[in-house]
Each structure stands twice: as C-alpha cells, then as structure tokens.
C-alpha cells in the first residue's frame, strides 16, 4: 500500500508447559492494597504516575491461529511491549497496539507497467524511477512516535507487532488477507490468555501485567489492520483509532470494475506490497504466496472476486466490540476518502459506538496539527474503553471536520444533518438545474499522456480532449459534503473503457493541500523523553497552494463494469449506454462567487491503466447530470 509520510520512515513454537493457565481467560482487575501500585485516577483520567526511563522492555513470539506459508506450524508474531515497571509487582494494565508490516523494513520492488497495448495487455515500458516502495528502507526505530512518552507514565503498556512474514514474524504478507487478521488478532488474544506465547529463549510466557484490555491504533496500513481486528468480534479489543485506514482493498486497488491506482503510486498493487513489506528472515518460503497474490488480484479485468471479497472489512462491522475513533483526510488521495465514508455509513447502520475527525491534509498523521486537542481526546477514548472510567466521552458532538480556514466544526453526524440531494445536468450551456435541448458531444480521449489538472483548466477555451461543465458564480457558498454521483448517457469508440468524472472548484483562491510543513518555532513537549527520544515534537501547519482551480473529487467507471462490478459486459463501439458511478466522498465549500464544474474524460493518468489514446466518448447532454449532497 502507498505510504503514509509518517511511515517513509514468534518463531518457536515450544512445549506447553503453561498451556492450562496460558489459555484460561484473565480474571477481573481487583483492587490493589494500599502498598500495591496502583494507577493515578484525578477526575476521571490516568494522571502520569509511572516512569517511562524505568519502563520493561519485554518481546514475545505469539502463535496465531494460521499457517500461511505452509510449513505444518502455525504463524508466529513478534510482539515488543514497554510497560511500567510496576508491573512486575502486581499493576495490571491495559495495552495500546500498533501491528505494522513496516517494522522490519522492505524490498525494492517494480511496479507493474500501466502503458497498455490495443489488447489491453502490457506494452513493455516500465514507470520512469517509481519502482520503490517509500519509507521501507532501514531498520525500524523502536517505539517511534508518541504513544509510550504519553500513554505509559499513565499507566499503559505499548506494543508493536509485526505483521505475517515481516521482520521477526513467521507466515506470510498478503496485502490485507485472513491470514494477517489473525496474526494481528493473536497479540489480543495473547493478552486475554487465550493464546501460546514464548519469550526469545523459547520459554512460554503469559501476561499476567495485562488486564486483557487493549486498543489499536495506526496509520495507513497500520490504520487498516485495527479495522480487520476488530471485524472478528475478538474479546479484549476495546477500542480502536483507524486513521486513513482501508476498510476494503478493492476500493484501494479497483475502482468501478476497473484497475485504479492509489494516488502517487501508479502500477503499484497487491503482489507488489507484499514483495515490498517481505522481510522475514526465510525469503523464499512465501514465493508461492507472492505468485498467488499476482494471479488472483487480476489485474486484466479488475472485477470484484473472492479474492477481495476476502479483503473486505464492511461486511464484519457488525461483529465490531470496540469504540471506534476514525480519523481521514479530505486531501488524501492515497487511502482515498470512500475508505473512511464506507466505514462510517457502515458503523451507522450497526450502531458501533463511534466517532471522526475528518482534517484539510492528505496522508498523515493528525497528531501535529492540532497536538493539545487529538492528546486530550485520544486519551478521554482510550480510558473510557479501557479503564472503564465515566469520562463524557461519547457525550461530546462526534463528528468535527476542519473548514477551509482551518477552524473545527462540531457536528452530530456526517453527512451534515439536513443534507439533501441537489441535481445539477450537464447542459450544452452549463451545469444548470434545467435540462436544456439534448445535444450530443464528443471528446478524444488524450489522458495517456495528460494528466486531469491539464485537461481541466481554463474550462471556457475549446479543448478537444474533456468536456467541461460549470454553473455560473455561485450567489452564495454552497457545501458539498457527502457522496457525489454521476449519470451519463454515453458512446465509445476506441480501446479504452474508462469514464472518468472530476468534481472542480473554479475560482482563484489559496487553498491546503495534502501535505503539511513543520513550525520549527513551536516545539511542544507532550511526554516523558528519554536519551535518543525528547518526548517533544514540533507543530505542524497546513501546506497551501493559490491556484484558479482545485479538484476536489473524482470518480471512475469502467463501462463493461456498468452492470456489476463482478462481471463484465460487452461495449458495442457507438452504442450509448446509461453509465452511473460514485465520485470520492468529500466536504467541500464552493464559495460565492466561484464556479462549480464537472469535468468527463476518459484515461485519468495518475490512476487508471492508460490505453493508446484516441478513443472517442460522445456524451448527449440534457439527460445527464450530477447529483450533490447539500447541506446548508
């Protein structure tokens, strides 16, 4: 999976001689004598009371309930744990997890060529120097971040654990499979007693510091695998932060029934993620896994299969146990948006306990940009989940999306309550509410060798290659936020099958990108440091660009696909079809005076496969359109 900025940064199988009380459930926590130690409570919330520089450092090899490489034994993950030191004179404690593929480094590994032939089949040439995968070179620094300066002064134990057939683990890497769940899902089970443990000398080891509580957190793919978890029902699993996490890999590979990259990392997909996070001692055991990956992700029609259908986390929302605290970007195009809009509907309709920070950046960590305000919540969620303490957390407005100038707006929902749907069509004079005499018209598609911010400037000039639609300047801001949705009546005649939409805001403004920049004048200490970690970071502020337009959503279809996505259907050149598909979720404002515009084309070069240009889409205008949720 492409990485997050933060990011670019079990093996023994032993004899049991603590099986029976290994897999007997922890008992309740009872409370602690008066000279026992015991966690810090004022108001409500864990105070620091506990040394961070004095903390255990322990690793364990947890089996899990796989086999993914085969070899007659089951799975093992590595699991590295600091915990107070009081633990080992009776404190139990409730234990933060972040399971990552990443831990142990990675591998240079091509992408897949996206050029294709008339046939649709490779045509040879690779993509110019993206043949790495980001941020996996280099060992892993032990406990990076935040969470052990912060969280284990206040009485929690933190974990990493690396994911199937990556760094000290046994099993195999299978972008989002069954297979890493489990593995996952063992560190959890391990803390509950109902799973073997065995320290690096093969000795079995059980927890008994732990309460059997535990929350997991992450970004990216490490944002992913907590969903994943938390999907099985697993008992102990008390809360959950998925922050730009995938809730099903179709949509992070597939768009529509067609191949669609994630941002950035065009060519890139399944089999080449699990080449690249591969770096378990044993390299060549998982070479028949890796090959399966490369035949089943189908690369050729991109429909929907079993093969994702494994990989889709939706379907168990309702097995969820844990809080879940869900955290995106509107400018993230690598985990797109229609990751975090899925989970969320999905949480609705199951009643999860849930809540969401929806930001103005990309692909990053929240933590920076507003340190204070993610600490004081992130904390009041993890103690209320874990520690059971009645701090008002699910009293608070649950939604709070940042605005284009970077204030925060509570909310009780997402969309906006009083949303409702505003249907615009694609005139032959604009996008209007009226639908204008039919007219039809036509494009050449051009998208192989230009990409969509090319084709949708300057949409009052004659270009050939796009259709663009705008309505006039807008009398007053208007606030898109939810899923835009796509009609078309529409021909082709060419190789390619793609039918792209983009959602664009006309009008000269300075608005934030994906990225952010870090205030070197603010460096705010948050936790406990110790020699090599300061427990201090510098504040971050959104990186902004002043340009005539911005892209704010865009969706893709491919047209064999219109029926289902799991399967395709013939498309007779010149035949006009009704097309329909999804644009990203997004909450956008168009202000006064801007122009909202709907751009078609068919390649969109950073994230379709890109056929010999030339295909002619013709378009009959009228009795197309596009639907916007609307709120006030």
Known sequence: MARPTALRTARRLGVT??????????????????????????????EPAFSRADAVSQLVDVETEADSDHDGRRDTVRMRILRPKETDAGLRVATIIEASPYWGGGNDVPFHPVDLDEDGLPDGRRLGGQTRLPGLIGPSVPFSGYTDNYFLPRGYAVAQVDSLGTGDSTGCPTSGGRNETLGAKAAVDWLN??????????????????????????????????????????????????????????????????????????????????????SRTDREICRPVLDRLTAEQDRVTGDWSRFWAERDYLRDVGRIRAGVFAVHGGNDWNVKTQHFGQLWQALKKHDVPRKMWLHQAGHINPMPLRMEEWLRQLHQWFDYWLYDLDNGALDEPPVEVEQADFSWRRQSDWPARGTRDLTLRLGARGLGALPGVPVKQSLTDAGRTLPAETLVADPDSADPNRLAYTTGPLPSDLRVNGVPEVSVRASLDGTSPYVTALLVDYGRDTRATAGTVADTSQLVCYGEGIPGDTGCAYRTAHRTETTDFKIVSR???????????????????????????????????????????????????DYTLRYPAGTRMTVRTGVSSITLPVAR
Do not use: C
């Open 555 to 605: 969706g893709w279809l491919d047209a064999r696909n219109r029926h289902s996505l799991s399967r395709e259907d013939r498309v007779v050149e010149g035949r006009e079809y009704r097309l329909e598909w999804a644009m990203q979720p997004q909450d956008h404002v168009f202000k006064k005076g801007h122009r909202l515009g709907v751009v078609l084309i068919s390649t969109d070069h």
């Open 193 to 278: 007693g109902r799973a073997r443990g065995w320290d690096p000398t093969g000795r079995p080891v059980g927890a008994a510091w732990s309460t059997g509580n535990a929350a997991m957190m992450g970004i990216s793919y490490n944002g992913t695998l907590p969903t994943a978890v938390a999907g099985t029902g697993v008992r102990g699993l008390k809360a959950i932060v998925p922050i730009s996490g995938i809730s099903s890999w179709y949509d992070y590979y597939r768009a529509g029934g067609g191949v669609v990259a994630p941002g950035g990392y065009q060519g890139e997909d399944t089999d080449v993620l699990a080449k690249g996070v591969y």
């Open 17 to 46: 001689a603590l099986a029976a009380s290994l897999l007997t459930a922890l008992p309740a926590p009872v409370a602690h004598a008066d000279d026992e130690p015991a966690l810090k409570i004022v108001g409500n919330r864990t």
